[in-house]
């Protein structure tokens, strides 16, 4: 049996900086069953002529659309024109300013196929700061333990639970996700109203609900840092504020809360975890007051430590916890 295709969708807004990167990252896959859908979400930069030119330069794999009147969507909407124009069973992502590592569709590709009743798998992703050559940068690059076993299926709503139970903490990035097409389709795509911010999350939400899924501990994407992307941006606009409460959250954890009404999900885990999620929203006041002692604990913390010159601190160390030393 020949290996299933893979319809990559690359969604960009004025991304003439990194796009090429992205798509040549696309082009050195070790895996060659792929097509590339490239979706223009209104560019005004040199991006739309590049996309262009790439699906001028290779037509019979990779492809460039845009919504009517060359207008701008937002990233769900994008997603989704990128989804109606391909016809893979299996569906992939990379954002244009992300890149992936050569073996990225061939290691997923042998996974969900390993798997016949997994419907989506993914991995860490790297957050990646060292692009930018930047002495200051170079060691900053980082990737988190996503909190769930590896290759094996995982039942529904379990990767949801996790997702609540952990503040997003354990989210994998877009760009490391591969669905099945079916999937895709039986939950609706992606939802239109949520333009930027939490679209991936809502997304995930609707997948993880209701199919089954792989991870695995291979690291096979980079997820650019930069000061232009979306999540930058929001954090700019006081819309996405990290570990704190913010307008973008709220909104999501409204329609996810409708969701499962919609939907019918009565799992007592998912219901717990989402009412943690809600707590500093529905008691702001109570929320406040645990913050200011939870920083005033941290902030005292700082101090004593900094008011105890390190000589001192060794002493210390091995005066009261000589257990420290012969561990």
């Known amino acids: 049996m020949s290996a299933p295709p893979v319809s990559v969708i690359t969604i960009f807004l004025d991304a003439e900086r990194f796009l090429e990167e992205a798509i040549e990252s696309i082009l050195a896959q070790t895996y060659d069953h792929w097509e590339l859908v490239l979706v223009d979400d209104g560019s005004t930069d040199g991006s739309s002529a590049l996309a262009q030119d790439y ?5 019979d794999r ?10 701008n969507r937002g990233m769900s909407a994008s997603r989704n024109r990128g989804i109606r124009a391909s016809s893979a069973p299996l569906i992939a992502f990379l954002d244009a300013d992300d890149i992936w590592l050569p073996r990225r569709l061939e290691a997923q590709v042998e996974l969900i196929e390993a798997f016949p009743t997994v419907d989506m798998v993914y991995g860490p992703t ?12 170079q060691d900053r690059d980082c990737t988190y333990p996503l909190g769930l076993p590896h290759r094996q299926p995982i039942e ?3 990767v949801l639970r996790t997702f609540l139970e952990t503040s997003g903490h354990v989210l994998p990035g877009t760009c490391s996700l ?23 999350q809502v997304f995930l939400a609707k997948i993880t609900a209701h199919h089954r899924v ?15 992307s979306c999540c930058a941006i929001a954090m700019e606009e ?9 307008p973008a959250k709220k909104r999501y954890l409204d329609w996810l809360s409708a969701y499962f009404d919609t939907c019918g999900l009565d799992d007592p885990g998912l219901r717990a975890a989402l009412n943690d999620e809600f707590w500093p929203y529905r008691h702001p006041w109570q ?21 105890i010159p390190p000589e001192s601190r060794l002493w210390i160390k091995r005066t009261l916890m000589p257990a420290a030393d012969s561990e």
């Open 156 to 158: 529904p709503p379990t």
């Open 178 to 200: 591969l669905v099945r097409r079916s999937a895709v389709e039986a939950v609706g795509g992606f939802e239109e109203e949520f333009r930027g911010s939490y679209e991936d």
């Open 55 to 59: 699906a001028a330069r290779h037509p």
């Open 287 to 307: 929320y406040h007051a645990y913050s200011t002692v939870r920083e005033a604990l941290r902030t005292g913390r700082e101090r004593l430590r900094n008011a």
């Open 214 to 228: 792989a991870v695995t501990d291979e690291c096979l994407d980079l997820y650019r840092q930069h000061p232009n």
């Open 238 to 246: 006081g819309e996405y504020i990290p570990d704190e409460p913010h």
């Open 126 to 137: 790297r957050y990646w700061y060292s692009w930018t050559g930047a002495p200051a940068d």
């Open 62 to 71: 990779i492809q460039y659309c845009t919504h009517p009147g060359h207008e």
